[in-house]
């Protein structure tokens, strides 16, 4: 696989260019996994709802044997329009945890890129794992002074770190996922990362950005349709469904007045 992550200056045109080799998943779905590939790859649109308006996301997600990549796209509901609002890509490693003697399946924070657009105005952000430094390089550009440049952030001690518009095919890199859901209980500590950050401060009210937040996804029963999970982070509660099939269905932020629910 080649991954190119290309930014120009002046225009500032952006052109991220990857090139896959996929082959075809598993359909066994609540057998021990042996590794994080029960994530499929797959095209999904859903229906957007918040306190700003209605909306469509498009979520396409592509995995080959090293990597899992989740592309995210929010538009206007009016097609007529079809005014851009957020994009983002991101990508994360497929590898292992040891815990004791055992290791477990895992994903691993890689890269993304994320942009939204305020006034018509681009904010982009670029993060991109640095090992040497086992840290996040960070690089803002946008047409406030204060949201630019390039920094390079530590990540706190963890073991399981997820992009936030990743976080449906991380949780399912784990084996919690899959156990909690046989066994009907269980929790996962995480740190998620924002890669939305620093511009998620003005999409979501009473929020202080930071780049990690320590959380916790909590499963929390089932009814006909869905297994429904709960994360717990910065002080909210934030409620995502996966049908039966285990595909990401909904994703419900009471206190954001968000509503995400597959077409």
């Given at each position: 696989m080649a991954f190119y992550l290309v930014l120009m200056e002046g225009k500032a045109l952006k052109i991220l260019l990857i090139s896959l080799f996929l082959f075809s998943?598993?359909?066994?779905?609540?057998?021990?996994?042996?590794?994080?590939?029960k994530i499929e790859s797959e095209r999904a649109s859903f229906d957007y709802n918040d306190v700003s308006g209605k909306y469509v996301l498009e979520r396409e997600v592509k995995r080959n044997s090293k990597k899992v990549i989740t592309y995210s796209k929010l538009s206007s509901y009016d097609f007529k329009k079809n005014k851009l609002v957020e994009k983002s890509v991101t990508i994360s490693s497929i590898g292992t945890l040891t815990i004791g003697k055992r290791k477990k399946p895992i994903l691993r924070p890689y890269a993304s890129q994320y942009s939204v657009w305020f006034d018509g105005k681009e904010f982009l952000t670029q993060l991109k794992i640095n090992p040497k430094k086992k840290s996040l390089d960070v690089y803002l550009k946008s047409p406030e002074k204060k949201w630019n440049g390039k920094r390079s952030i530590r990540f706190p001690k963890g073991e399981v770190f997820c992009f936030f518009s990743q976080l449906p095919e991380c949780i399912k890199g784990t084996e919690f996922f899959y156990e909690s859901i046989q066994k009907q209980e269980g929790s996962l500590k995480?740190?998620?990362?924002?890669?939305?950050?620093?511009?998620?401060?003005?999409?979501?009210?009473?929020?202080?950005?930071?780049?990690?937040?320590?959380?916790?996804?909590?499963?929390?029963?089932?009814?006909?349709e869905d297994h429904r999970f709960k994360l717990m982070v910065k002080g909210q509660v934030l409620f995502y469904q996966f049908r039966s099939d285990l595909k990401f269905d909904k994703l419900?932020?009471?206190?954001q007045g968000m509503r995400v629910i597959r077409r």
């Open positions: 998943c598993s359909h066994n779905y609540l057998v021990k996994p042996a590794s994080t590939l995480l740190y998620v990362i924002w890669d939305s950050f620093p511009y998620y401060e003005e999409l979501y009210g009473n929020i202080k950005a930071t780049l990690f937040t320590e959380s916790e996804f909590v499963y929390d029963g089932k009814n006909e419900l932020w009471v206190s």
